[in-house]
Structures are given as structure tokens and as C-alpha cells.
T-cell receptor, first 117, second 113 residues
Framework: AQSVAQPEDQVNVAEGNPLTVKCTYS??????LFWYVQYPNRGLQFLLK??????LVKGSYGFEAEFNKSQTSFHLKKPSALVSDSALYFC???????????????FGSGTRLSIRP | DTAVSQTPKYLVTQMGNDKSIKCEQN?????MYWYKQDSKKFLKIMFS???????INETVPNRFSPKSPDKAHLNLHINSLELGDSAVYFC????????????FGEGSWLTVV
């Protein structure tokens, strides 16, 4: 069974410092990995995804994520945090076992990122 | 233009009532979803439709009944509402292939009193 874990409920970073939000996954076959951000009282917004190719994926708002197959991780990073990055971040995984219209995305429990001025 | 739109955004209703949440997407996707986000922000899939056909039906009480009149619409009807149904319900859509991104609506905040 596929699963995704976000080990930190909250991450606190000072503005201007680098940030990392951790994600590990378990899936049979090659994974499709996603990061989403949710601002208060809003829906989830897509940030970036890893399908294949370069292990470093760049996304919206200056975020990037590194796929590490040996560690089954897909950590979200940003070199310099902004106060406006404060939000709830979700990692998600979609298992691949051939084409299946019934495959589904499983979301992690979310990590609240708080950037202090 | 809103890609995935759902209405109403806020809904307060009494226990035992029946209510519906509507969802429409203008992205040309063939797969639509309903997700439930609980008070702890945990997000769980409820249903998924591909070209109007139900393809994912998680362990959801049969008081919840999705209906897809066409591939651009997926409505959620809830009968005999209970206090525990209070949550945020998100509609989403994607192309069926696994590599494709899921796009979410803004959510419908349901409060049962």
C-alpha cells in the first residue's frame, strides 16, 4: 500500500533563512510525487511535481524539491524564506503500476510552515 | 477564470437535513474528485469519477452520494446530515493518467449544528 509521511507538524524559520519541509513516501513501482500549499480558508494550490528525470524539481514561488530514491524522500526547499510563505504544505504521492484510471493520490498529514519576520 | 469552482463556499445546516454541494471544472479534464478535510487538516479522498463513471469509492457512509451529469460536473449530495459531517469538502479534477496534476477548488465549509 502506498503512503506518505510528513514527520513535522510545524516548521519555524526566520525570514531570509533557508527552509526545508520533509516528506518520505512508500509506493510500489515508480512514484509520482507532488507538493501543494494551502493558505488559510483556501483550496490547495499546486507547487511542483516529480515524474521522472532530474531529481531537483523547481516549482512556483521559488520552491524546489529534491527526489531521493534511495531515501524515498521528496523534501521541499527554498533558499530564502518569506513571511508570505507561511501556510500549510502537503506532500502527496501517486503510485504507478501501469495505467490505471483508479490510481489515486494520497496526501500527507501536512506541515505548517511559519516564517517569522 | 476559476478552473474548479464549487458552491456554496459556506453552509450551516441542522442535523438531519439533506444538502448538496455543486462542482464544475472548465479545464477539460476527464476525472473529478471529492476530498474531505477534517478539523485536523487531514485530507482524504472520498470519490473519483472518470468520464462520468465512478472509479474510486472510499469507505464513505452511503448518506453521501456523488452525481456526475457530465464530465465537467461532479456534485455531492449528503442525506441526514450528522455533526461528524462538519468539515471542508474539496472538489478537484485532473486528467486520468497518473502523472497529471490534480487541481482543487476553493472548498466548501460545511457546519452541522
Amino acid at each position: 500500500a502506498q503512503s506518505v509521511a510528513q514527520p513535522e507538524d510545524q516548521v519555524n524559520v526566520a525570514e531570509g533563512n533557508p527552509l526545508t519541509v520533509k516528506c518520505t513516501y512508500s509506493v510500489s513501482g515508480n512514484p509520482y510525487l507532488f507538493w501543494y500549499v494551502q493558505y488559510p480558508n483556501r483550496g490547495l494550490q499546486f507547487l511542483l511535481k516529480y515524474i521522472t528525470g532530474d531529481n531537483l524539481v523547481k516549482g512556483s514561488y521559488g520552491f524546489e524539491a529534491e527526489f531521493n530514491k534511495s531515501q524515498t524522500s521528496f523534501h521541499l526547499k527554498k533558499p530564502s524564506a518569506l513571511v508570505s510563505d507561511s501556510a500549510l504544505y502537503f506532500c502527496a504521492v501517486r503510485g504507478l503500476s501501469g495505467y490505471s484510471s483508479a490510481s489515486k493520490i494520497i496526501f500527507g498529514s501536512g506541515t505548517r510552515l511559519s516564517i517569522r519576520p | 477564470d476559476t478552473a474548479v469552482s464549487q458552491t456554496p463556499k459556506y453552509l450551516v445546516t441542522q442535523m438531519g437535513n439533506d444538502k448538496s454541494i455543486k462542482c464544475e471544472q472548465n479545464l477539460g479534464h476527464d476525472t473529478m474528485y471529492w476530498y474531505k478535510q477534517d478539523s485536523k487538516k487531514f485530507l482524504k479522498i472520498m470519490f473519483s469519477y472518470n468520464n462520468k463513471e465512478l472509479i474510486i469509492n472510499e469507505t464513505v457512509p452511503n448518506r453521501f452520494s456523488p452525481k456526475s451529469p457530465d464530465k465537467a460536473h461532479l456534485n455531492l449530495h449528503i442525506n441526514s446530515l450528522e455533526l461528524g459531517d462538519s468539515a471542508v469538502y474539496f472538489c478537484a479534477s485532473s486528467q486520468a493518467q497518473g502523472r497529471n496534476t490534480i487541481y482543487f477548488g476553493e472548498g466548501s465549509w460545511l457546519t452541522v449544528v
